[in-house]
């Protein structure tokens, strides 16, 4: 053991720092060749920091998610604000957290909009195929809000509306539970809304071949019909490839269909390249049926995939293309 009056410095051949610490640490611990232990644990972190660091990532979305509902809550506290947008309470907030989320998808993916003139000036249903994530519809609404002032309610799944001090931030920005009834009611006064028919399990169990996941879902076409809106198709290139999850690992889809609640992890939060393209209208037609117009706008998603996305996804490339030259931005 070094005493009072020794240091790692004395004698003809000073000690570095580190032999240093690891002699004391073995003096202190009584192990003996301890430098063979922490080798291997060095050698452990260094292997395992990448896996660590593509489970983390995804956290800085949900931080982003908290940020959002702080910002909003500040903004409600400001009542002063009220005059300079009296038309709307709530439209600063909402600038607020879009030009957020807007710097976000600029920065980190390069993220792009290509098709904005197939957006309608009154209502329409935007239909889209749901990465891991939805931060691609985040995206889009962001830009929508700030580029044309143009508010886009979205349609979520009921897990999102019991999440901790979500309810304001989901309160402002018209997002929705989702029945037919409250779809209809949010287009017929005027609005745009997203969803997406595959909802959570195209979330979670699609993957890089980009596999639609509707099943027999028709609702959001009955919705169309109902408030005779035209259909918005709509796909973001390399989603998946941003975020991905372990949903093809069995017991997590059967725990998945049991208790209907995200138990998949997601990975990723890698920043590829994104850009999102909306396909030209579906209009109304008194005489379609819903099972006509669902499978229609698969047809249209699925043409938009198969344009604009190269199958199976590749995480590396899509990186890459973020050095390629960007195409024109809408």
């Given at each position: 053991?070094?005493?009072g009056n020794e240091s790692c410095t004395a004698g003809p051949m000073?000690?570095?720092?580190?032999?240093?610490?690891?002699?004391?640490?073995?003096?202190?611990?009584?192990?003996?060749?301890?430098?063979?232990?922490?080798?291997?644990?060095?050698?452990?972190?260094?292997?395992?920091?990448?896996?660590?660091?593509?489970?983390?990532?995804?956290?800085?979305?949900?931080?982003?998610?908290?940020?959002?509902?702080?910002?909003?809550?500040?903004?409600?506290?400001?009542?002063?604000?009220?005059?300079?947008?009296?038309?709307?309470?709530?439209?600063?907030?909402?600038?607020?957290?879009?030009?957020?989320?807007?710097?976000?998808?600029?920065?980190?993916?390069?993220?792009?909009?290509?098709?904005?003139?197939?957006?309608?000036?009154?209502?329409?249903?935007?239909?889209?195929?749901?990465?891991?994530?939805?931060?691609?519809?985040?995206?889009?609404?962001?830009?929508?809000?700030?580029?044309?002032?143009?508010?886009?309610?979205?349609?979520?799944?009921?897990?999102?509306?019991?999440?901790?001090?979500?309810?304001?931030?989901?309160?402002?920005?018209?997002?929705?539970?989702?029945?037919?009834?409250?779809?209809?009611?949010?287009?017929?006064?005027?609005?745009?809304?997203?969803?997406?028919?595959?909802?959570?399990?195209?979330?979670?169990?699609?993957?890089?071949?980009?596999?639609?996941?509707?099943?027999?879902?028709?609702?959001?076409?009955?919705?169309?019909?109902?408030?005779?809106?035209?259909?918005?198709?709509?796909?973001?290139?390399?989603?998946?490839?941003?975020?991905?999850?372990?949903?093809?690992?069995?017991?997590?889809?059967?725990?998945?269909?049991?208790?209907?609640?995200?138990?998949?992890?997601?990975?990723?939060?890698?920043?590829?390249?994104?850009?999102?393209?909306?396909?030209?209208?579906?209009?109304?037609?008194?005489?379609?049926?819903?099972?006509?117009?669902?499978?229609?706008?698969?047809?249209?998603?699925?043409?938009?995939?198969?344009?604009?996305?190269?199958?199976?996804?590749?995480?590396?490339?899509?990186?890459?293309?973020?050095?390629?030259?960007?195409?024109?931005?809408?």
């Amino acid at each position: 053991m070094i005493g009072g009056n020794e240091s790692c410095t004395a004698g003809p051949m000073p000690m570095s720092y580190l032999t240093c610490l690891t002699y004391m640490l073995g003096e202190w611990t009584g192990v003996e060749h301890i430098e063979d232990y922490l080798s291997y644990v060095i050698y452990l972190l260094w292997v395992l920091f990448p896996l660590a660091v593509v489970f983390l990532l995804p956290g800085v979305i949900v931080i982003m998610f908290y940020i959002s509902i702080l910002l909003v809550h500040i903004y409600k506290r400001k009542n002063e604000l009220k005059e300079a947008y009296s038309h709307d309470v709530w439209f600063g907030a909402k600038e607020m957290v879009a030009t957020l989320w807007d710097a976000h998808g600029r920065i980190w993916h390069g993220y792009e909009v290509h098709g904005v003139e197939n957006i309608p000036e009154g209502p329409g249903l935007i239909v889209f195929y749901h990465g891991a994530t939805p931060v691609d519809c985040i995206y889009f609404m962001a830009r929508l809000c700030i580029r044309k002032k143009t508010l886009c309610h979205a349609v979520a799944d009921h897990f999102v509306f019991k999440l901790p001090g979500f309810k304001l931030l989901l309160d402002v920005h018209g997002v929705i539970h989702g029945s037919q009834e409250d779809c209809v009611n949010t287009l017929k006064q005027g609005h745009l809304l997203a969803i997406a028919p595959g909802g959570v399990r195209e979330a979670l169990f699609s993957d890089e071949m980009y596999t639609i996941i509707w099943g027999d879902r028709k609702g959001f076409a009955q919705v169309a019909i109902d408030a005779k809106v035209p259909i918005i198709p709509m796909f973001t290139q390399n989603v998946r490839e941003g975020f991905r999850t372990l949903g093809g690992i069995k017991i997590l889809r059967s725990l998945y269909e049991r208790i209907r609640l995200p138990v998949v992890p997601i990975y990723g939060g890698f920043p590829v390249k994104m850009r999102t393209f909306i396909g030209e209208p579906i209009p109304y037609e008194p005489n379609v049926t819903a099972d006509e117009l669902a499978e229609k706008t698969k047809a249209a998603v699925q043409a938009l995939i198969d344009k604009h996305q190269k199958i199976p996804g590749n995480i590396f490339r899509a990186l890459m293309e973020r050095f390629q030259r960007q195409k024109k931005e809408d």
